[in-house]
Each structure stands twice: as C-alpha cells, then as structure tokens.
C-alpha cells in the first residue's frame, strides 16, 4: 500500500502540472509495483486519474484557463466512445491491452515533444473548433479510455495542440475538466461491464492523488510552456 500512496502523489502532481499522464504512471504502477492483474489495474486507473483531474479542473477553472465549450464538446462524445472501449476491455488478453497502451503512449508523447515550444503551443486564448472534429476527438479519447483504463489525458492534450491548434496551457487546463469527467464515465462503464474495483487500492492511491493534483497546478506556474509541453 506505501507503493500506491507514493505513486499516487507522483500522479497527482503529474496531471497538476501538465494536464495528463496518470494514467502512464497508475497502470504500470498497479500492475508491477501494487500487484494487481491488468484488468484490474485499468479499473483503479481510472478512479484515481477521475478524483485527480477533479481536483486539479477546480484550480484550473479558478484561473480561467478551462475552454468550456471544446471541453462539453469532447466530453459528451468521450463518454459515448468510453462504454464502447469497456466492452472491448473484456474481450482482450492483458498483454495486448499493454501493448495497445504502449503503442498509444509512445505516439502521444512523440506528437507533443515536436508540437512544443511552436508558436501554436505557446499562444493563449480558446481556439475555435468546429462541433464535428471535436465530437469525432472525442469518441476517439473515450474508446481509448475505456479500452486501456486510460483518463485520456495524455491523449488530449496531443489531440488540443497538434489537431486543434491549443495553446499548451489552455489545452492542459482543459484536458483536467475532460478527463475528470472521461475518466468518471469510464469507471462506471468498467462497473456496468463487469469489472470490479479494488477500493482499499483505489482510495489510497486516489486520496494521494488529489494532494498531488493540488499542488501541482503552482509548481507549472514558474515552468516554461516549452518545458511543460516535453515533460
């Protein structure tokens, strides 16, 4: 339980300070350092990057960086996406769930590092986006939540700066509300589908997550866009 609690923090300050990412920390960690089987590890995932996301979209709403309209736009259609990728879930062998979560984390992470430091990446403002590409973002996200117990949020925040054109920092604050929400759905399609939840591990991990979440949003504020975005 000491691993969750310490993973938990990590996480929390992770998506504080970048918008996304728990879940690369939480299903690995689940899985090789908690113990849990894979399946079992999507589940927690997801309740510990929702309470996560929760708590760090508060703090980004108080500064007004939250884009609402592309975020309702993209959470209604994730949460469609998600039961989708829930039903997949259960049909999937663990080792190709890891392999699919692998695959999705190293393109994301490719896209961000060269989109950061461009100057879309460091403007500021809510971009405007049309309802059909956000709505076909979306269901995307949620297929991928659902499916590998992901929030989401390392794949939005790519999503927002490459095919959106965001600003990295409003695409951060923005990823937090949406995969709060994602993530939430996507537990509860998990729930619905016959998934069960490891609540001693989820609470432990989650409740240090949220102390995370909190002080992550201060320690980005001193962090340069470029430097953000790469991380």
Same mark, same amino acid.
């Given at each position: $339980? +000491? ?9 929390? =300050? ?16 689940? @899985? ?7 399946? %079992? ?13 929760? *708590?760090?979209? @508060? ?31 259960? $049909? =999937? ?13 190293? @393109? ?19 971009? %405007? ?5 956000? *709505?076909? *973002?979306?269901? !995307? +996200?949620?297929?991928?939540? !659902?499916? #590998? ?6 794949? #939005? @925040? ?11 920092? %409003? ?24 998934? *069960? =939840?490891? #609540?001693? #591990?989820?609470?432990? $991990? ?21 430097? =953000?975005?790469?991380?």
């Amino acid at each position: $339980m +000491i691993g969750a609690v310490a993973f938990g923090l990590l996480i929390g =300050l992770v998506m504080g300070m970048v918008g996304g990412g728990g879940a690369v920390l939480a299903v690995p960690a689940l @899985v090789y350092v908690v113990g849990l089987g894979v399946h %079992e590890a999507t589940t927690v995932s997801l309740a510990v990057v929702a309470m996560a996301a929760a *708590t760090g979209a @508060v703090g980004q709403a108080r500064r007004g960086a939250v884009c609402w309209t592309s975020a309702a736009w993209l959470s209604a259609a994730a949460v469609l996406g998600g039961f989708v990728g829930a039903a997949a879930n259960r $049909m =999937l062998g663990g080792a190709v769930l890891l392999l699919i979560f692998s695959a999705v984390m190293v @393109v994301a992470a490719r896209a961000t590092w060269q989109r950061a430091g461009s100057a879309v990446a460091v403007a500021q403002g809510c971009p %405007e986006a049309a309802p059909r590409e956000l *709505t076909e *973002t979306g269901a !995307g +996200i949620g297929a991928l939540t !659902g499916l #590998v117990g992901v929030g989401g949020g390392f794949v #939005v @925040v790519p999503a927002l700066v490459v095919r959106l054109s965001f600003g990295m920092r %409003e695409a951060m604050a923005t990823s937090m509300a949406i995969v709060a929400i994602v993530s939430a759905s996507g537990l509860l399609a998990h729930l619905a589908t016959g998934s *069960t =939840l490891d #609540v001693p #591990v989820a609470v432990a $991990m989650g409740g240090a997550a949220v102390v995370g979440a909190l002080a992550g949003p201060r320690l980005a504020a001193g962090v340069s866009t470029r430097l =953000l975005g790469r991380a």
